[in-house]
């Protein structure tokens, strides 16, 4: 991220969040006068704007949404952010938007570490794509190689709802890819979120 850069998502992405809150409002879950006691300014305004998704919205005011969501919606359960985050893949698939994602879900099946390492990394450019304040890394792990590691480096603004449904979002790729692995993540420091996948056995490294 450029120095005085705010961080900041995609519209994309905070389509969703925007969305799901006005339903809400508009369903009676919770009311316009709730929602101004919650959230700051930025992100009250956001409801009632009409989202750019090619343009880039105050992280803050996204995650702000999302945890609106997560309480009312979703009573807090990890689960349904990982629910949401696969319906934000779906979204991003069926948009076209991202070369990227047709390129992974044609993508053949891994022979090599280096192939899951370049797919990986390929995933991984959308990342960029959409929050343009993280620092990320792409790294096999363990003795035998047998873990697939992508760190999120300058992450403190990255909500836990935001990572739980980070987890959707890549574990629905690996769907469209055939694949039975699942992504789980953990937030190491404040400001670092891991996510892990183990490798399949006949990528891994003899002992």
Not at 167 to 182: D, L, P, T, W
């Amino acid at each position: 991220m450029k120095p005085g850069t705010q961080p900041s998502a995609k519209g994309t992405l905070v389509l969703g969040a925007v969305v799901a809150v006005r339903r809400l409002r508009d369903k009676g879950r919770i009311s316009a006068e709730q929602l101004e006691a919650r959230l700051a300014a930025p992100a009250v305004a956001l409801l009632d704007q009409k989202i750019n998704i090619a343009g880039w919205y105050p992280i803050q005011a996204f995650t702000d949404l999302m945890d609106v969501n997560w309480e009312v919606a979703g009573r807090r359960d990890p689960e349904f952010m990982r629910r949401e985050g696969a319906r934000s893949a779906d979204r991003l698939f069926e948009s076209k938007i991202y070369q990227q994602l047709d390129f992974a879900q044609q993508a053949a099946r891994v022979q090599t570490r280096e192939q899951m390492l370049r797919q990986s990394r390929l995933i991984t450019s959308i990342t960029h794509s959409l929050y343009n304040f993280l620092e990320i890394e792409v790294r096999m792990a363990g003795p035998r190689q047998d873990e697939l590691q992508i760190t999120y480096a300058n992450a403190a603004a990255f909500s836990e709802a935001l990572r739980y449904s980070t987890e959707g979002f890549m574990n629905e790729i690996n769907k469209r890819q055939k694949s039975s692995r699942v992504w789980i993540s953990e937030r190491a420091a404040q400001d670092r979120i891991l996510f892990r996948m183990p490798v399949p056995s006949h990528l891994t490294e003899p002992a």
